[in-house]
């Protein structure tokens, strides 16, 4: 008996124990297992290590989809994305146009396509917004875990959106995001008890300011040199 000749039940179990690459590899040798590859019950869980893994054609999303997570260590994060946009150089916002929008435009197909999602995991996404977040929770009601990590540009727009939006809610994580307030942590408490919220370092960062800020911060500082 010829691999291809398995009934579909095998295949997927065959096609489980595969990482994204050799599955994609494995449907282009004949069109049963292509149908395989293509098969929503495949691909109930997805990992992604960098934004540019998004560009690939190698995974397949769909109404099976539970759990995604798209988590980026890099020092590249540190260095490059996580700086406010008005401090990068112009080199650094070059870099950053290459990938800056993947991750939204990601999330806006798997609010589409993928609304049976129960937990989703952003790690060293820089580039995300509230809205991106919030769109998604709007879209995948049944979602029960949130984690964001060293997301940065994301507020307190997020936590109202999970008190708004997610009702499946049982747990949120928002370590490591500069722009989350103790004001915000403190209205999912009161709004919604029963949710298992972490903040890991988030309320206690410096948050992003805007320039006439840092502007007026500069002008008091030498006046105070000048008079000391």
């Known amino acids: 008996m010829h691999l291809h000749q398995l009934n579909r039940e095998c295949l997927l179990h065959l096609f489980s124990f595969l990482d994204k690459d050799s599955r994609r590899s494995l449907s282009l040798t004949c069109e049963?297992?292509?149908?395989?590859?293509?098969?929503?019950?495949?691909?109930?869980?997805?990992?992604?290590?960098?934004?540019?893994?998004?560009?690939?054609?190698?995974?397949?999303?769909?109404?099976?989809?539970?759990?995604?997570?798209v988590c980026w260590y890099s020092s590249r994060v540190l260095k490059v994305c996580n700086i406010e946009d008005w401090l990068k150089s112009s080199f650094q916002r070059d870099i950053c146009s290459k990938h800056e929008g993947l991750v939204s435009t990601f999330l806006a197909h798997v609010c589409r396509m993928c609304p049976n999602l129960l937990s989703l995991k952003l790690a060293g996404c820089g580039h995300i917004t509230d809205q991106d977040v919030v769109s998604l929770l709007q879209s995948c009601r049944k979602l029960r875990r949130l984690q964001l990590e060293n997301c940065v540009r994301v507020t307190d727009g997020v936590l109202d959106g999970s008190v708004a939006h997610g009702a499946a809610l049982e747990e949120v994580k928002v370590d490591f995001c500069r722009n989350i307030t103790p004001e915000g942590l403190r209205a999912v408490r009161e709004k919604r008890p029963g949710v298992r919220l972490s903040a890991e370092r988030s309320a206690t960062m410096i948050p992003d300011s805007k320039p006439e800020e840092k502007v007026a911060l500069r002008r008091s500082l030498q006046k105070l040199l000048q008079f000391s």
């Open 32 to 69: 049963p297992l292509r149908d395989v590859f293509l098969d929503p019950r495949l691909w109930n869980l997805l990992h992604f290590c960098s934004p540019s893994e998004l560009r690939r054609d190698n995974f397949v999303l769909g109404v099976s989809l539970r759990h995604l997570s």
